[in-house]
């Protein structure tokens, strides 16, 4: 069962396994490089993962056949959104809340990988309404 408690942990897990590919391989290069070691390191660590799939939008109940594509879901329940930029801006932050609710995922972790120290200044993590039902 999914719970708010549950999401709490998987967020440490997720945090700590990217604070770990950030330690090794620091800031600077391209998210593909980031997005490869994480499946690595999420691999290593147990943790169920999607990586870079296509996110149906539908409108009015058809689907637009847009190609948005989402960088991780965790265990079927959070969101992943990676940047590798200077600083994370507004509309990275709509796009991880847009996925979120497109997907009826009710948490999100946005981290930026060009940042000296991730735990202080790349990392945002977010909810929606379908966190809020959870117990």
Known sequence: MLTQSYLTDLTYRITGACIEVHKILGPG????????????????RNINFQPEFNVDVFYKGKNLQCFFK????????????????KSIEDIH????LNYMNIMKKPKGILINFNVKNIYHEGQETMVNKY???LM
Do not use: H, M, P, W
């Not at 932050?93 to 991880?96: D, K, S, T, V």
């Open 29 to 44: 290069l391209l998210e593909s490089a980031y997005q490869k070691a994480l499946e690595e390191e999420f691999a290593l």
């Open 70 to 85: 989402c960088d991780f879901l965790i265990e079927n329940a959070l969101v992943l959104e990676i940047k590798a930029v």
């Open 93 to 96: 932050r709509a796009q991880l």
């Open 131 to 133: 966190y809020s039902e």
